[in-house]
């Protein structure tokens, strides 16, 4: 990764919850350069958290989110069509998935970013020689995350509309001639839009908070992205041979 650095500026005035999430979707840079300045993150996880557990879990609360995640549990290209029998245990959980999952947005989310906080951490200030404090790198991860709310608003009255759990928003949905369950289709459908915008404004986030050039952090952030899509193609593909 390169080491090429960006002048700093006087730091910019700090904004509210509302400004900052509506600014990382339309002004990622600029407001970066505010919440590194006066780190403030707790808000901004709640308020994503709770968005996210909301649409998803409000989704899975209605029975057309029910019959899809039955339809995708069932018949998964990993492990095949599931058994009489799994397909009951199943059939028995789809009235609460909604709950489990509003759930599990509340408790995991926190944990993910936290995990991958520290790796960034370690990454940048251990072997790159950063000087970041924890507490700003919590702010910078955390601070993309409206980015996977607007993805969800997106995506969530469409497959209500479909009828179905997959992704509207891959690069499979792109190119419909590729042939189905072939590794190109796959692959593509591993990769979805929103979390490449995602990715490119933690890269954004990441290049303000040790001034550093925004390009050679996306490219690797996206490159690992990459590499994750092609092993996922892979097993998928294994699972259903």
């Known amino acids: 990764m390169a080491t090429t650095t960006v002048t700093a500026g006087p730091p910019p005035a700090p904004k509210n919850l509302v400004a900052r999430f509506l600014g990382v979707i339309t002004s990622p840079r600029s407001t970066y350069e505010s919440i590194v300045a006066k780190p403030k993150w707790l808000g901004m996880l709640a ?55 509003a759930a599990y947005m509340i408790v995991a989310v926190p944990i993910v970013l936290v995990i991958l906080a520290g790796i960034l ?70 990769i979805d839009l929103f979390l490449i915008w995602q990715i490119v404004v933690l890269a954004i986030g990441l290049s303000v908070l040790y001034r550093r050039k925004t390009r050679p952090i996306a490219i690797t952030l996206l490159g690992i992205y990459a590499v994750i899509a092609i092993v996922i193609a892979a097993f998928f593909g294994r699972g259903a041979a």
Not at 141 to 158: C, K, N, R
Request: with cysteine; hydrophobic share 50%; net charge neutral.
């Open 47 to 101: 308020l994503t958290a709770v968005a996210m557990a909301l649409l998803m879990g409000g989704f899975l609360s209605t029975q057309v989110g029910q019959d899809a995640w039955l339809d995708a549990t069932t018949n998964s290209p990993i492990t095949g069509r599931a058994n009489a029998q799994s397909v009951e245990m199943m059939e028995k959980i789809a009235p609460y998935v909604g709950y489990i999952t």
């Open 121 to 190: 951490f370690a990454i940048f200030n251990a072997a790159l020689g950063g000087t970041a404090t924890f507490k700003q790198m919590c702010t910078v991860i955390v601070h993309a995350g409206p980015i996977g709310v607007l993805s969800a608003l997106f995506t969530v009255p469409m497959n209500y509309a479909r009828g179905t759990m997959t992704s509207a928003t891959n690069l499979a949905v792109l190119l419909p001639m590729l042939p189905e369950g072939s590794f190109p289709a796959r692959l593509l459908g591993a």
